[in-house]
């Protein structure tokens, strides 16, 4: 694809995410460098969508993001 698994700055660097279709090619434009990760890394997509937030559940989320969208599926309480 042409989005952004995951972008991380060091700390004391500048964080300036991209989002949506073409971020990957901005963050490597603005120097950012890219990782080539193993399929088991546990980044499976890029999420800016809630279509997309749908697919990553489906593909399978860890717990924190998967309690927080169980919490709002619930509702409010």
Request: aromatic letters at 4%; zero cysteines; glycine letters at 12%.
């Amino acid at each position: 694809g042409t989005g952004t698994t995951l972008y991380a700055a060091a700390a004391g660097r500048p964080f300036r995410p991209e989002f949506g279709a073409g971020s990957r090619a901005r963050h490597l434009a603005a120097g950012a460098a890219e990782l080539d990760l193993p399929a088991h890394a546990g980044l499976r997509t890029d999420v800016d969508t809630e279509a997309d937030l749908r697919l990553a559940a489906e593909l399978g989320v860890g717990p924190r993001t998967a309690a927080l969208l169980d919490a709002a599926a619930a509702g409010p309480r």
